[in-house]
């Protein structure tokens, strides 16, 4: 595209606006009132969330303002590097952490205001989570089914723990293993095991913490391949934090977050050609967050020598993003 002078740019802005009449400042009051709340129909919904910690008197944001919404039924995946924020809202998500500031939501339970009963009951049946370290899901001096059977039992449910348990294992595909504790298995299976004790309570959310860090890539598959079954039977929204990047091409949704906001997301789509051959399209957007910022991909603006500031220029489907040419 051919770069306008300036005279033209401050044409594409459009004329000046003139004074605002009382009228109108009441239309605008009225339409935004009237306007679905952010995230209303999603099932997560984090809303500028920011979180602060403190270390010897120095603080550390770890998310600065990051909007995050997922919808019910989703099986998705979140990347970044270390220190990019995810694992903070992961804690968060699992009601193990509480945010500084901003707002997040899930299943209807706001997530700050919480006391510390609502938030162990939230822990208890609203999520599921799953540890990188197999070890760290299961007590070691109990089976399967009573590691899968206990949620069940504190929640109350103890009639019903035994058949759901066996039932769960079965889905996962590891019903012949029930009566084994977790030193007899490997580590995909008590991964797997894991992941029903995570089901137990049918929570509305399932997370993941690097599920198949420690697993080889054989392994990790078949773990994967558990959560797609939680996902499509039971309906289960399943959000996995990774850095296997054959997880995240498996799922439909990928978010990668950058300097503790999301910064870009993935969606893959079935396509059918005129053949009737199927083929998995992706493609990448960036985030625009509800302020209106957005990051551009780093190897974008060092290709362009893009620093502090850029020019921009409003054409009538899309925005133009240009090195800043002021001093040359």
Not at 251 to 259: G, L, N, S, Y
Request: hydrophobic fraction near 40%; charge should be negative; aromatic fraction near 4%.
């Amino acid at each position: 595209m051919t770069k306008t002078d300036t005279s033209s740019r401050a044409a594409a802005a459009g004329p000046a606006a003139g004074p605002t009449t009382l009228e109108e400042l009441e239309r605008r009051v009225t339409a935004h009132r009237d306007r679905p709340s952010y995230g209303h129909d999603a099932l997560i919904a984090c809303d500028r969330l920011v979180r602060i910690f403190t270390t010897d008197g120095v603080e550390v944001q770890a998310l600065q303002g990051l909007d995050l919404l997922v919808k019910e039924g989703e099986l998705m995946a979140l990347v970044g590097a270390s220190g990019s924020g995810k694992s903070t809202l992961m804690n968060i998500l699992a009601g193990l952490d509480v945010p500084t500031a901003g707002a997040a939501r899930v299943a209807g339970c706001d997530l700050l205001a919480m006391d510390g009963k609502a938030r162990l009951r939230y822990r208890r049946e609203v999520v599921g989570f799953v540890w990188q370290q197999t070890a760290r899901n299961l007590l070691p001096y109990l089976t399967a089914a009573q590691n899968v059977a206990l949620p069940m039992q504190l929640k109350g449910r103890a009639k019903q723990k035994t058949e759901r348990a066996e039932e769960l294992l079965a889905m996962l595909g590891i019903a012949e293993i029930r009566d084994r504790r977790p030193h007899q298995l490997s580590g995909g299976q008590q991964q797997r095991v894991a992941i029903a004790v995570a089901l137990a309570n049918n929570p509305a959310v399932l997370l993941a913490d690097e599920p198949t860090g420690e697993l080889d890539s054989a392994t990790g598959e078949q773990v994967f391949a558990a959560f797609r079954r939680a996902n499509e039977e039971l309906g289960t929204t399943i959000v996995i934090v990774t850095h296997d990047q054959a997880v995240a091409t498996e799922v439909r949704r990928t978010v990668a977050i950058r300097d503790g906001r999301t910064s870009s997301e993935v969606l893959r789509r079935t396509e059918v050609d005129d053949q009737g051959k199927e083929s998995l399209v992706a493609r990448e957007y960036a985030m625009l967050d509800r302020a209106g910022r957005l990051q551009l991909p780093a190897e974008y603006t060092e290709a362009l020598g893009m620093e502090h500031r850029v020019a921009l220029e409003l054409e009538q489907d899309h925005i133009g993003v240009w090195p800043d040419d002021a001093e040359r």
